[in-house]
């Protein structure tokens, strides 16, 4: 049997396959949370190295049709300085993940975005006018966490939760800043030359799944699904937070 249809055949393709369908309804419904499902499924089944370009590859076209909702009702002003520090902050976690560990890192994530989804819970707000360097600081944490681990989104994502608007608005600001995450991670994982053969197969295989999924998740919101987005996303940053502590706090307990 072929190396290539081994991969797959093989029971841990399969359940990845799996995730990657509800990974792909989340990004089409709540504008983000599908790396959180699919890069630690891909990680249990061919290992980090594989997980992150691989989750990077079939999220690109994702993120692309998702895009224009962006374009037409994002808060501008809130997502271009996010996007720019993005792409500054994520070749800086691109080389933790190939040289360091990050640990650390995402237990501090892990604290802030559990933190966050809770203020947000209770109702706070950012202002009207949000100072800019709240909105470089979120960017350049969502960059670090994306390039070391891949689930770059929380950390920009709960600052854009925090405007004022309507379900639409802040889902298209979401979808803004989870657009510059997917694409700033292409050229740093190209330069380390983490784009394996195994990676392009695993990923080409992977985005009709996850694309088609993200097309049923926008269209679930678009048809009703709106009231419940806001919850929908706290829950899911809370989660985020809680696992991404959790496993963090393991895994620097093996390393202990």
Do not use: C
């Not at 699919?38 to 690109?60: N, R, S």
């Not at 809130?78 to 990050?102: D, E, H, K, M, R």
């Not at 670090?144 to 891949?150: R, W």
């Not at 929380?154 to 925090?162: G, Q, R, T």
């Amino acid at each position: 049997m072929p190396d290539w249809l081994a991969i797959l055949a093989s029971p841990e393709f399969i359940i990845v396959a799996l995730a990657t369908l509800l990974a792909g309804f989340l990004r089409g419904f709540v504008g983000f949370g599908g790396a959180m499902v699919t890069v630690p499924a891909l990680a249990l089944a061919f290992g980090p190295l594989v997980a992150m370009p691989v989750a990077t590859l079939f999220g690109l076209p994702a993120a692309l049709q998702l895009l224009p909702t962006a374009v037409r009702q994002a808060e501008r002003r809130v997502v271009i300085p996010i996007a720019l520090a993005v792409f500054v902050g994520t070749p800086l976690g691109t080389l933790i993940l190939v040289s360091v560990s990050a640990i650390i890192i995402k237990i501090a994530i892990g604290v802030l975005v559990f933190s966050m989804a809770v203020f947000l819970s209770l109702g706070w707000r950012l202002g009207e006018r949000v100072h800019i360097g709240i909105l470089l600081a979120a960017g350049t944490a969502g960059g670090l966490v994306q390039g070391a681990a891949g689930i770059g989104g929380p950390p920009v994502v709960a600052v854009a939760m925090s405007r004022a608007g309507s379900p639409a608005q802040q889902r298209a600001n979401v979808i803004g800043v989870m657009t510059a995450i997917s694409l700033s991670s292409v050229v740093p994982l190209l330069y380390y030359d983490l784009f394996s053969a195994e990676v392009l197969l695993i990923g080409v295989a992977l985005t009709p799944i996850y694309s088609g999924s993200t097309w049923l998740g926008s269209r679930y919101f678009n048809s009703g699904g709106s009231r419940y987005f806001r919850v929908a996303a706290l829950l899911m940053l809370a989660i985020v937070g809680l696992v991404t502590l959790a496993v963090s706090l393991h895994d620097l307990w093996l390393a202990g």
